[in-house]
């Protein structure tokens, strides 16, 4: 069948309800969530996903930051998709197929949505893809706790969440809301992600602890969450995402795409335990 180029429908509020059905093919979805942009989430959910794949596991990545879309540019992919029937064509880098709003609104232009479309919008790239047989679904989820996150969580049976933060107290303060939040609405926590943990000095060699230490390890023993390691801030992880040759294409050796794969495994492990739990149900209260 011929393929075409992709149009997003949007459906009216009426049309938008969708049971909570397993995705075709997908065996496990896991969101990675964070209380506030800037803490690194979308480098963590790239890296994983090419170390999961790296790893023989099937896996796509859905960019589900309608506002802020960057997975196009870290996976060093900018083409369009298509739509072959019904279904939209997933675009694949380093193994790993891909979704994204940037692939369709490419450029700076702006998406000025209401939550109904972005809804709507969520449920396509969820359900309309044709993602195949997938063992990991992973889903970089925008800051915050908005529609977005309740679109998916309404509508998906969601394996569990990962919450991203840095050391300082500024974002751990916004990462007890994700991890709340997550638990509240019955999503398992796989666990906690402290991301720039610290700066190893390259001409020192000291340990520089730039946003405080050891705040995630803590806030996840307080929750009684699982802490899925650290993860250092290093210039090469910064240019590797700018470039669209995330650090994680180097393999499990390598030392800076190294503990990308010890996240990824800490994850697999996680899933396991939590892949027996039923998917949450959700009322939301006018």
């Known amino acids: 069948m011929q393929s075409v180029p992709l149009r997003l429908k949007y459906m009216s509020p009426g049309q938008q309800a969708q049971p909570k059905l397993p ?3 997908v065996k496990n979805l896991i969101a990675v969530g964070s209380g506030k942009g800037g803490v690194g989430k979308t480098t963590v959910s ?18 589900a930051d309608v506002y802020g879309p960057n997975v196009p540019l870290m996976m060093g992919t900018s083409s369009t998709p298509t739509a072959i029937g019904e279904r939209i064509q997933p675009l694949e880098n380093y193994g790993v197929r891909l979704m994204s709003m940037g692939f369709l609104n490419p450029g700076d232009k702006p998406l000025v949505w209401r939550g109904p ?3 709507s919008v969520i449920q396509q790239f969820i359900r309309g893809v044709d993602w195949g047989e997938l063992d990991y679904l992973i889903i970089d989820l925008p800051p915050g706790t908005g529609d ?5 969580i309404q509508t998906a049976p969601v394996t569990g969440a990962i919450v991203v933060t840095t050391p300082s107290a500024v974002s751990l303060e916004d990462a007890r809301k994700a991890v709340l939040m997550f638990q509240q609405v019955k999503v398992p926590v796989l666990g906690m992600v402290e991301n720039m943990s610290y700066l190893q000095c390259p001409h020192c060699d ?4 730039v946003f405080s230490n050891g705040g995630g390890k803590r806030t996840a023993d307080a929750m009684a969450i699982h802490f899925l390691g650290a993860l250092p801030l290093d210039p090469h992880v910064r240019i590797g995402g700018d470039t669209g ?6 393999g499990p050796e390598d030392p800076r795409g190294g503990p990308f794969y010890t996240l990824a495994e800490a994850v697999i ?3 396991k335990k939590a892949s027996g739990i039923a998917g949450p149900t959700m009322t939301v209260s006018d």
């Open 117 to 119: 479309m972005l809804h």
């Open 148 to 152: 977005v996150q309740l679109s998916l």
């Open 269 to 271: 492990e996680q899933a």
């Open 23 to 25: 995705i075709a093919g």
């Open 206 to 209: 000291e340990r520089i602890d």
């Open 245 to 250: 040759h995330p650090v994680a294409t180097a």
């Open 46 to 63: 790239v890296n994983i996903a090419i170390a999961l794949a790296h790893l023989g596991y099937n896996t796509g990545l859905l960019d």
